[in-house]
Every structure is written in C-alpha cells, then in structure tokens.
C-alpha cells in the first residue's frame, strides 16, 4: 500500500478480498504463494488456506503474465505471455505499456484463454481483478517523477519476473484508490467489451445472465465473495474462528461501505 500510495479502500479491498480466502483466520498469515505450513494449523475442511496461488476463489484464468490453472502452472513467469505483453505495448503503447496497450493485451489475454481453455472462468470476482491487475502496472509501476502513466518495458520486466523494485524508484505521486481504478477498468472493457460468462469446452463462451459484471458496481462482488464463496469454504465455522471471520468481513465491508453505499451482509450473524 505505502510503496505503490495505493489509496485504503482499494488496499483494503485487495488484501482482505485474499485474505478471507487464501489466509489463516487464527493466525492472520496468509502464504502469498502457494499452501505453506507456516501460516499455522489448517480450519476444517472445506477451507483451503491455499495462499494466492489457489485456484478460483480470488487467483482466475487470463493472468497478465502467469497461465491458467488449467495448463498446469498458474504461478510461474510466462515468458510467452510477457511477449504478448511486449508486442502490444510495442504496437499500441509506443514502446511502453500504457492505457491504449494495456486495452489490447487484456483482449488478448482473455481471447487466448477462450480459446484454448475449456475450463476459462470469467465471472465474478475474477472479471473484475483481471481488468484491474491490468492498470496497476501503469498506475503504480511507473516512477512516481514520470507523469505519462507509460511503463517502460524493462522495469515491467523486472516487475513481473523478478518481482523487484527498479533502484532509486519512486511511488506514485498521490494516492489511486476505487474510484481511479473503476474509471480505468471501464474504459479498458470499453475498448473490447465482453460479458462475463464461462467456457463450456474449448471456444464455447457462455455469457452468465445472473452476474452483472460492472453495472451493480462493487455490490455484486463483495456480496457473492461475503455471502457465497466464504461461506462455501467456512459453512460451519465455531468460536475463535467464527469471531475471526466475522471481524475480517467487517474489514471487507469497509471497502465498499462508502463508495457504493452497498448493503453489508451477515453470513455468521450480527
């Protein structure tokens, strides 16, 4: 958050959106690769706390760099998709990844997962943080003494590869929070719109008519994570951890509370 000046909310929503979950309620760790012991003692089945290389409840297909689960390896560099990354931002960013690149490559992504994924998920939550992972890099990558929101292409590589810091790098100047990034992701679907939906095999994209995709905002996301896919994992949770997975939804509310004025809900009661 304080490295990137990412803005509360969106940090709030972001890190609990995960955490709830990928991480340990008990112990508030949360392995931010694949399962480790060291977040502590698994919950009951079905609670993975998986860390966020786990597979369809916030980690989804059409990754920037990384592949989809369904190809094996859903967590290690792509080499073949950072080209796709290159060529565009080459193509359409002027040799930077920028607005008009990032539109292109996140269409690419999501043509290429339709395509060849049988599997390819594209609904909520995921319909939303794929848009998203695709600003970040112009929004909090870039140098914050650099006003063109245009990312050099060897700092992106150090980035997406690396997972480093450029020497001497500089955040962003002033923070980005829910409201920039939703004006970004809308242009970016924008420029290639598509409905959220799911493959039914290989190139067979269903549109999904019980999700609305942007047009409820926020509220639909943090409902369906609240309400659906947390339960789903936590059906019955007892004491402790039923006091913690109340807490943390609280937190996750407070994302959205404001800038959507959306209806807080209680899976484990008030």
């Known amino acids: 958050m304080q490295c990137f000046n990412m803005a509360n909310d969106l940090a709030v929503l972001v890190t609990w959106g995960a955490f709830l979950v990928d991480g340990n309620h008990l112990t508030n760790l949360m392995s931010i690769g694949q399962k480790s012991t060291e977040t502590g003692t698994d919950p009951p089945a079905p609670a993975i706390v998986g860390g966020l290389d786990t597979h369809g409840v916030f980690e989804g297909d059409a990754s920037t760099t990384r592949g989809d ?7 290690s560099f792509n080499e073949t998709l950072f080209e796709v990354f290159l060529n565009k931002s080459a193509s359409y960013g002027g040799g930077k990844y920028n607005a008009s690149a990032a539109a292109e490559v996140r269409w690419a992504r999501i043509q290429d997962s339709l395509t060849r994924n049988p599997n390819f998920t594209f609904t909520t939550p995921r319909y939303f943080t794929a848009y998203a992972e695709s600003v970040f890099p112009y929004r909090f990558f870039v140098d914050g003494r650099d006003s063109s929101t245009a990312l050099n292409l060897t700092v992106a590589r150090g980035f997406f590869q690396d997972n480093h810091f450029p020497t001497d790098f500089y955040r962003r100047s002033g923070s980005f929070g829910l409201l920039d990034v939703g004006i970004d992701i809308f242009g970016l679907e924008a420029a290639h ?78």
């Open 69 to 75: 689960f369904y190809f094996g390896d859903n967590y």
């Open 193 to 270: 719109p598509i409905s959220p939906g799911y493959n039914v095999g290989a190139g067979n994209y269903i549109v999904d008519s019980a999700d609305p995709g942007f047009s409820e905002g926020l509220c639909y996301l943090y409902t369906k994570h609240a309400n659906v896919t947390v339960p789903s994992l936590y059906p019955n949770p007892t004491g402790a951890l039923r006091t913690a997975l109340k807490q943390n939804l609280a937190t996750f509310y407070g994302a959205v509370e404001t800038i959507n004025s959306c209806t807080q809900v209680f899976p484990y009661g008030q």
